[in-house]
């Protein structure tokens, strides 16, 4: 993760307008591309993680997602898979939720392609990025949400789990 790494610039319909540098899009709150993605293990049981004290953003913060950003020219899917073998040494097929715009914050601006894996595999936890983790259950996951002090995007993938929650346990039977 380099300050230079080049990211695609979009508008809020998503649509590519320019590029910038990861730098730049933090510090300017221009709107550029990222993935998230829940995982799930063939019981059914979501994975929930602190992230590492050394990230930059919300260090230490807990999420029931790993994410990444779409470096210039990636299209989501080559990202997501590209996340998921790096942070979690993850090798399975992701599958799509859906899209939303995550804005908090000026400076904090991302389109966001969210997805989930069903996993049958141990992870590989990249530890720079994720200091933690442990499976719990889809139920358990509100009481969680009043335990600890989460990234700010939770509210949202928290609802979007739940929507699509019949969907998901669909896949994994």
């Given at each position: 993760m380099s300050s230079t790494e080049p990211f695609d610039v979009v508008d809020d319909e998503d649509k590519i307008v320019g590029d910038t540098t990861r730098w730049e899009a933090h510090q300017n709150g221009i709107i550029h591309r990222s993935v998230m993605f829940?995982?799930?293990?063939?019981?059914?049981?979501?994975?929930?993680?602190?992230?590492?004290?050394?990230?930059?953003?919300?260090?230490?913060?807990?999420?029931?997602?790993?994410?990444?950003?779409?470096?210039?020219?990636?299209?989501?899917?080559?990202?997501?898979?590209?996340?998921?073998?790096?942070?979690?040494?993850?090798?399975?097929?992701?599958y799509f939720i859906a899209n939303f715009k995550s804005r908090f914050k000026e400076r904090?601006?991302?389109?966001?392609?969210?997805?989930?894996?069903?996993?049958?595999?141990?992870?590989?936890?990249?530890?720079?990025?994720?200091?933690s983790g442990r499976f719990v259950d889809i139920d358990d996951v509100k009481d969680e949400l009043g335990k600890h002090s989460f990234i700010p995007e939770t509210e949202t993938i928290y609802k979007l789990l739940m929507e699509n929650r019949d969907k998901i346990i669909r896949k994994i039977d």
């Open positions: 829940f995982i799930f293990n063939k019981k059914g049981k979501l994975f929930l993680n602190q992230r590492s004290s050394n990230k930059p953003f919300n260090p230490g913060a807990y999420s029931i997602v790993l994410g990444g950003h779409v470096t210039k020219g990636d299209s989501y899917e080559e990202t997501v898979v590209r996340e998921a073998e790096e942070e979690a040494g993850i090798t399975a097929k992701p904090d601006k991302e389109n966001v392609a969210l997805y989930y894996f069903v996993i049958d595999q141990e992870l590989k936890l990249d530890k720079y990025e994720i200091g």
